[in-house]
C-alpha cells in the first residue's frame, strides 16, 4: 500500500513559480503512470498532468507550456514545476498513482494548497 505525501504548496503571485513535490512511502519503479490532480472550490477534480515510468508526458490544455512534471524513481518522488500562474490555477494539488491514461489510479496524496493572488 502506497502512501503519497504532497509538499510544496503555499501562497504565490500571479505571474510567479512554484514547485510541488510528492514523495511514496514505497518503491515507484513499477507503476506506469503517476501524476497531479487538482480541485477547486465547486468544481470536480481534473487531470492536470501525468508521467509515465519510461518518461512520457500529458499535460491538460489549461497547463501546457507553463506546467512540467517529473520523477525521480530513485528518489520515489514525482515533481509538478508551475510556472507563469494565473488565479485560476488556484486549487488543491492532489498527486496520484498507478493509473491509465484515462482515469486516476487507486493512491492519492492528502492534497497541497496552491493559492494564486491576483
Known amino acids: 500500500q502506497l502512501q503519497l505525501v504532497e509538499s510544496g504548496g503555499g501562497l504565490v503571485q500571479a505571474g510567479g513559480s512554484r514547485s510541488v513535490s510528492c514523495e511514496s512511502s514505497g518503491s515507484i519503479n513499477g507503476i506506469n503512470y503517476v501524476g497531479w490532480y487538482r480541485q477547486a472550490p465547486g468544481k470536480q477534480r481534473e487531470l492536470v498532468a501525468q508521467i509515465t515510468r519510461v518518461g512520457r508526458t500529458f499535460y491538460a490544455d489549461s497547463v501546457k507550456g507553463r506546467f512540467t512534471i517529473s520523477r525521480d524513481n530513485a528518489r520515489r518522488t514525482v515533481y509538478l514545476q508551475m510556472n507563469t500562474l494565473k488565479p485560476e490555477d488556484t486549487a488543491v494539488y492532489y498527486c496520484?498513482?498507478?493509473?491509465?491514461?484515462?482515469?486516476?489510479?487507486?493512491?492519492w496524496g492528502q492534497g497541497t494548497q496552491v493559492t494564486v493572488s491576483s
Open positions: 496520484n498513482a498507478g493509473g491509465t491514461d484515462i482515469s486516476p489510479g487507486p493512491y
